[in-house]
């Protein structure tokens, strides 16, 4: 459903982000994406919801071949996504209710529909009780529920998550990890890049490792490394 | 309520003062435009006035027959510049000369016999009263026989064209001017608005908003925020309008056409002000 062949990226002025990655992901698996900082992570993400353009090498994403994609054609691929990222990203003028509804309304979702819809994700994320606060009123963990709630109003077939922890505390992170399991093992596929190697060893989920841009570990791929490495 | 309107509506609350401004610089920049307008509405009405006695006088040999004069009369007046033609005796040319000369009545009365030759007073249609149609007339005037000469205030009629085409060159570059002025600023204001706003069409294009919905509220509110000005022009060149009115001359005001257009360029200038910037960002980001 996501795949990667001998992609690489390069930035204007910052040379090769991404150097000849290869990778499938398919339907409902739960993916993480480590890597030290500047290793590519955020930039493969990038290249899945064509942010940016691929230099060279061929991604697909839920039928869509990037290289083909048309300036329209990204909204369209855009709401078979849901994005969530460290710094919550929500408007901090709307409620944690309006800010759901914003990513309905903005896709053109029937009217009658929305409230209902909304409130259905909110309670799915633990948050419906506080559906009228403000995003000043609300934690750190409860922003990034309001925020993966928004991701999941559309029903994507993916949820892409950069560093969705990075902001939080041990409790909150462990909360919001256990929402993104929750999520996957209702069918969701996740990709959640992350710098959290207790969380990565906490889980049975795949891994995808990069070091400056190139992918050095893939574990469908290659030997179990982790039981190798540590006694 | 349909969400484009909602969502423009909502951004001049949100931005009260921003729209404020947008408001304003559209209204002034229009008001500009406006006086300039009315500059012009008034001296196209002054010109015409004084164009109304652009007059040409072929003045007629003695003795010639009132009824050659007479089939004359219908033929000129048959020509296509031509409104009126209009015979005027030696009696009733005497007669006015007494009326509208009183200080010489008592020398005008004492003549044995009239001095004063009688004429036929030729007027041209409104659209013909510059000098070319008022010159080629008067040669036409002159082939006449029993004509003895034409007359017709030449310097004036030059004047008038020349000031007629001063006037209109004016306020057309003037007006250009300020519209481009006008279109600049409220580009501006409405680019302020789209940068307030960078991070909502951030997220509203992460969520899968199509460029067409991200512009539409701006758009709406640029049309929105261009009728207001055009509205507050309006009143403020009425303001203005009193003012002179009441201080210095009577003048004429908009017709109901001519506001109506003010308010519609207004709205043209806000949505092409906004189509640009919004534009802009869309495709920068
Ligand atoms: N817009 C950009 N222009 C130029 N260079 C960029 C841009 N975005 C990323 N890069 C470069 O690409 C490389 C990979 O960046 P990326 O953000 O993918 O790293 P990351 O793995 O997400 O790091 P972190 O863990 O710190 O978020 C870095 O060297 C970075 O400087
Ligand atoms: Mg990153």
């Known amino acids: ?231 | 309520m349909n969400l484009t309107v909602r969502e423009s509506l909502i951004a001049f609350r949100r931005a009260p003062l921003l729209s404020a401004l947008s408001v304003t610089t559209i209204a002034f920049s229009l008001f500009v435009v406006g006086l300039f307008g009315l500059v012009a509405v008034n001296l196209q009405d002054a010109l015409r006035g004084v164009a109304e006695r652009v007059e040409i006088v072929a003045y007629l040999l003695p003795g010639t027959p009132i009824e050659t004069v007479t089939l004359a009369g219908k033929d000129i007046e048959a020509f296509p510049e031509v409104q009126s033609a209009s015979y005027v005796s030696e009696d009733s040319a005497l007669g006015r000369a007494r009326a509208e000369l009183v200080e010489f009545r008592d020398v005008l009365q004492e003549l044995e016999r009239n001095p004063l030759p009688a004429s036929i007073e030729v007027k041209l249609k409104p659209r013909f009263r510059d000098a070319d149609h008022v010159n080629q007339v008067a040669d036409r005037l002159r082939g006449f026989g029993f004509v003895d000469d034409v007359r017709f205030g030449r310097d004036w009629v030059e004047k008038l064209d020349r000031l007629r085409q001063i006037a209109a060159a004016v306020g057309l570059v003037v007006g250009a001017a300020f519209a481009v002025v006008a279109i600049i600023i409220i580009g501006t204001t409405i680019r302020m608005a789209v940068l307030q706003r960078s991070r909502e069409i951030a997220i509203m294009r992460l969520v899968g908003a199509t460029d067409g919905f991200i512009r539409r509220p701006f758009l709406l509110q640029g049309a929105i925020k261009g009728m207001l000005g055009g509205l507050a022009a309006i009143a403020l060149s009425y303001g203005a309008y009193t003012l002179i009115n009441r201080w210095l001359i009577h003048a004429a005001f908009f017709s109901k056409e001519q506001a109506v257009a003010i308010v519609g360029f207004g709205m043209l200038i806000g949505f092409f002000g906004s189509a640009a910037s919004v534009g802009r960002h869309l495709r920068r980001v």
């Open chain 1, 1 to 231: 459903m996501i795949k990667f062949t001998n992609v690489f990226k390069a930035f204007p002025k910052g040379g090769l982000a991404l150097k000849d990655v290869s990778f499938h992901i398919a339907k409902g698996e739960f993916v993480f994406l480590t890597g030290h900082s500047g290793a590519g992570k955020s930039t493969v993400l990038k290249l899945i919801y064509a942010e940016q353009p691929v230099t060279s090498g061929e991604v697909r994403v839920s039928g869509f071949n990037a290289a083909e994609l048309r300036p329209r054609d990204v909204p369209m691929l855009r709401r078979r996504l849901g994005i969530v990222f460290q710094d919550f990203r929500l408007l901090e003028d709307r409620t944690a209710e309006e800010n759901v509804a914003f990513a309905l309304e903005v896709t053109g979702a029937r009217r009658s529909s929305i409230p209902a819809r909304v409130m259905r994700v909110l309670t799915q994320v633990g948050l419906a009780a506080k559906a009228q606060a403000y995003p000043r009123e609300l934690s750190g963990g409860e922003q990034q529920r309001v925020a993966i709630a928004r991701a999941l109003v559309n029903e994507p077939t993916v949820l892409l998550a950069d560093e969705p922890t990075g902001n939080l505390d041990e409790r909150a992170t462990r909360g919001v990890f256990q929402l993104l399991r929750d999520i996957n093992a209702s069918g969701t596929a996740v990709v959640m890049a992350t710098h959290d190697l207790d969380l990565v060893r906490q889980a049975p989920y795949r891994v995808i490792e990069l070091q400056e841009g190139a992918l050095v570990y893939d574990s469908a791929v290659d030997e179990p490394r982790d039981q190798a490495a540590s006694p």
